[in-house]
Every structure is written in structure tokens, then in C-alpha cells.
């Protein structure tokens, strides 16, 4: 099957959500549905991580990882990112971008009024924004535990008000299945990308 490649991203969906809300398992779970030649995945935190492995001499495939290798880290790649980010507030997503073919991005990791203001400004009529829900509960059993300074600083929180949420998934163990959930994101990304063919 030919490649599919488009000048510009016909669709681009801004995932956010608390940690382990399971963000990347069902970002994951559209990029199997849509397939690589239709989407990819950006991680906002990938290039982040590897810069900040390649410094501090750490294991960059242990960060992109999600036990808690990255947990010990956290705190101080956070605040690394954010020195970045106040120098160049697009800095993250200009790295990510770059050289991203597929007609539909799945960015998995939105966390900053910055970031989605990034994406609108450069692809205002592209950027949809998805969020990811699950209970404490939940994500209590996914190994999630409540810590200062994480929970409750801009990294966690800085989505959580002033954001029209275009989908909102929910993703405890008792919702609705992940499949009918995600039926109309799905079909819109089909779509757009049809209509993206060169
Ligand atoms: N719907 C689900 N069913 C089963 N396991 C899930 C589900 N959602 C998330 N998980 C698991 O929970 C953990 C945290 O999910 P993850 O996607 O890494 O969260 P986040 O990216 O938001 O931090 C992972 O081990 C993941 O496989
Ligand atoms: C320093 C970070 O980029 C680390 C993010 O790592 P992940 O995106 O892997 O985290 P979760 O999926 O929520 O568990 C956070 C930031 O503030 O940029």
C-alpha cells in the first residue's frame, strides 16, 4: 500500500489527562486502530526525556516506560522541561512535530495551556482536544499514589479548567467499552485521512 503523505496533518487529537488515566494505552489503542501509514503518536515527552537522559547519563527507554523507573525522575525532569519551556514555549512541540508525515498526529501528552496553544495557533482548524478520566481508585490500582509537588503543580493540573474537551473518555474498569467510546473519534479520523490521500 502506498504511503500515505499529506502536506499538512488533516487531523491532529491533543490527548491529556491525569497520570495513569491511561493516556498511552489508549493512545496506543487508536494508533492500532488507524495504523501507521493513517496516524502516529507524538510524545511531547519524548524529546524532553532524551535530552534530559542524555545529560543526566540515565536510561532513555526506562523513562518512555511506565513503572516507576520514571516516577524517581519525575519531580526533576518536570522542572528541567519547564526551564526549557519558559525560554520557548513551543519548544516541545516544534521537535515532535518535525518530520511527522501521517495525515492524523495523536499527541499523547498534553499538559499545558502552552502546549494546546501551540497546536491552535499553527493548526487552528486541525486541533481537536481529547481528555482521558479515570477515578483515584483506578488509578490507584494502576500503581498511581498521590504525591506533592506532581498532583498538584501545572504538569498535572495545568488542563484541568479552562478547556473545551471535544471527546471525554472515560477509563475506569466499569465504563462503557473503550471501543463505543472512541466509535466517533475513530470515524472522524478515518475520514479526514481519506480525504488527506495524495
Ligand atoms: N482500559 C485499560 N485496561 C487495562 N489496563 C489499562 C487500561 N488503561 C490503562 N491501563 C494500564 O494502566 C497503566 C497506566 O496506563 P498509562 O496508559 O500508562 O497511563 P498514563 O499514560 O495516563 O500515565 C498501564 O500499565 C496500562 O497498561
Ligand atoms: C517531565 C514530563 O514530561 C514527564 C511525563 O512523562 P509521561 O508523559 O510518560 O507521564 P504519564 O504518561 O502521565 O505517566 C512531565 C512534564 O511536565 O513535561
Not at 9 to 25: H, N, Q
Not at 88 to 99: A, H, N, Q, S
Not at 109 to 138: G, I, K, M, N
Request: with cysteine; charged share 30%.
Amino acid at each position: 500500500m502506498a504511503a500515505m503523505v499529506t502536506d499538512t496533518p488533516k487531523l491532529i487529537l491533543l490527548f491529556s489527562g491525569k497520570r495513569k488515566s491511561g493516556k498511552d494505552y489508549i493512545t496506543d489503542l487508536i494508533h492500532k486502530r488507524l495504523g501507521s501509514e493513517v496516524c502516529c503518536i507524538l510524545r511531547l515527552s519524548a524529546p524532553l526525556k532524551e535530552q534530559y537522559a542524555r545529560e543526566r547519563g540515565l536510561d532513555y527507554e526506562e523513562l518512555l516506560g511506565s513503572g516507576q523507573y520514571k516516577e524517581q525522575y519525575r519531580a526533576d525532569m518536570i522542572a528541567w522541561g519547564e526551564r526549557r519551556r519558559t525560554q520557548d514555549p513551543g519548544f516541545f512541540c516544534r521537535l515532535v512535530t518535525r518530520g511527522a508525515t501521517q495525515p492524523v498526529w495523536i499527541v499523547s501528552d498534553a499538559r499545558r495551556l502552552s502546549d494546546l496553544q501551540w497546536f491552535w495557533r499553527e493548526y487552528p482548524s486541525q486541533s481537536r482536544c481529547v481528555r482521558v478520566e479515570a477515578s483515584e481508585d483506578t488509578r490507584r490500582d494502576r500503581g498511581w499514589e498521590f504525591t506533592p509537588g506532581i498532583d498538584d503543580a501545572e504538569s498535572e493540573c495545568g488542563l484541568d479548567h479552562g478547556v473545551h474537551f471535544d471527546w471525554v473518555i472515560c477509563n475506569d474498569s466499569d465504563a462503557s467499552p473503550l471501543e463505543e467510546q472512541l466509535q466517533g473519534l475513530l470515524a472522524l479520523a478515518q475520514d479526514k485521512a481519506r480525504a488527506g490521500v495524495s
